[in-house]
């Protein structure tokens, strides 16, 4: 079997890297017969192309000639010796002498004529049998068939020949004219003779470790691709990667050859393989590469995947980082596999790193080290919410979800970071028996990059002093947890500014209404127009609960109460809930979110129950509850008499006569037919919202609890 090997102008620069070549190149031949391609030394192609401009005769002619010359000199002179050094010396004089006297459209081709005499001469010296072929007269450019023939029929010829060797980049045109396949051709002439000789092996020998995601030289974070499709290095060579001539990839496709493209420099590197990959079910990304178009004063940047891609998203996501770099993108489309963005010239470079790290390094944006804090109802169905989609989600959104720690009230459990892990069990974990409190739950993740997200889903009272502290040192929160929102305004607007001055995020939509998207609607509303009317929101699962079945079943409240706690569904004592507690909470988020500085004592409330039950037993207290029935009935039956129902509204309402401009209240309100929370079942919540944003009014209704919907929520703020 044939194995096609090519080696590129730096690879045959000088003796020493020549040595390397035939090193490779006397181990390859022990497991079989060698086609060895070579360029010209690295510089000579110029060199030549600049000659053939220069004048017939001139001085300037005379030197360039010498002083290319004295480059073959001294290769010869360091591989050689005697009578060979001699022989090869007169070689290589001979082709000086043609190559002065060639038309000036000819001069291009002696680069690779001098290589690789030098080489056949060297490797014949070596021992092994040893033939020189001649491209111009087997390659014949944009003749496949004929080429084929040609080569095949050459290489039959000499069954004993151990290596061949030829000059790339050169052929000839159907009518005998020499002629080059094009600069960097070499390739394209490897690819030929490994399709013409059917090889079981295509090797490109470079100065690169293979296919890199970036050029190595303008991105240095650039690293190996180690397998990828025809197409997608195709699409990479089309579109400016220069460590392959795109025309190689054709031939090479057709035969069901592999290519490998590997460092001559480091041979132990595997480098790339390119062979006919199946189209992947969800596309990756491939590499990033560039053109330079100086009459435009443009630079065409190509990033390039191995499959189908949202085009949209990832202009989306491309015009992003590059404006985050402050690189104004000049134009961004896609073709369905890739995405083509054009940049100034002068920040081409800047444009390439700024794109390779959002797309090819992990960097903190892309993988988010969440550190959760509770490992009640929603935190459990957190974190299997995130095993169950990280990988969904990375693939829909290139976020990565990183479970860095887990605390409850004993401490944290680390998982060592593993960038681009999706799941928390890919390391064994670590416990930390630091903070075991919540006041002291943020000094183990006091070290924790910038960009990490503190997810707080406990319900304990005092977590929020930690806020603060957590977002000035650019460490983002999600919470669940309405107890750290509901703080006296100076602290959350305090929390609100750390957040804005540090680049990190606070944010907590699960804490009214669930999943439900309360606070974005109204924070939208009062943003745009700043003109909220009124918020009517009906959030307590609770009382909605209670009141509804009330209605419904021939239960007294009390029995009713009884069995929602059973249920778990109010707080371990119900009088937090029927005291209006909870509702108040809400309230005040939800009145911070329109802007509005609302503080507990600005809220008139008007609770279920009154003062009497407070220092009660919970026995106590449901004996003095079902002892008030008569009350409870009375208040019932005179709304259903009416038509109407009872439904525990927190509202605010515009009016300058009120604290900051508006009415809070907290009460049961008999609501009619027309009433939006009139039909709200069990415990869904409902919010109504007018502003001037809103005119006629904003209706969010939906299930208002359950642990995976609150994970999902916050889910969901992790990854707005
Ligand atoms: N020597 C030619 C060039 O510099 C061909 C090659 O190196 O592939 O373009
Ligand atoms: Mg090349």
Redesign the pocket.
Known sequence: MIQVLKF??SSVANATNMSRVLDIVSKAARNGRVVLIC??I?G???ALLGLAKTEKGSAERQLMLESLQARHADIIRRLFTGAEREAVSAKIAELFAKLAAAPEDEMVTF??LFSTTIIAEKLRCEGLRTKWLDSRILVIKDNESLTYNNISTAVALEPEVEVFVAP??IASEYDGKVT??????????AALYAAATKASRLEIWTDVPGIMTANPKLVEAARTIPEMSYQAALDMATHGAKVL?APTVKPAMEAGIAIHILNTFEPENPGTVVSALPEPKVAEWMGVTSMDDTRQGESLICLVSNGHINGEAACARTEDCLKKAGIKTLSCSSDGTNVHVSVRLTVAREALNAIHREYFEIAPRSVLELYIAGKGAVGSALVKLIEESSARIAERTGKVLHIAGIADSHGWTLYPSAAGLPSATGKGPVSDPRGADCTGIARPIADAPRGSIFVDVTDSEDIWKEYEGLLREGISIVSSNRRALAVPFVEYAAMHAAAQENGSFLRYETTVGSALPMLESIAAGANSSDEILSIEAVVSCTLNRILSEYTLTPCSFAQIVRKAQDEGLTEADPRIDLSGREALRKLLILAREAGVPLEEEDVEIEPVIGPEYAGLSLEEFYAKLEADEPRFAALESAADAQHLRQRFVASLVKDPSGPHGYRASIRVQNVDASHPAYRIKGSENAIIIRSTYHPSPLLIQGAGEGARMAASSVLNDILR
């Open positions: 590129g102008g360029s010209a690295s000579c192609t110029d680069g690779e790339g980049f080059t396949l094009g600069r960097g051709g070499s390739d394209f002439s001539y």
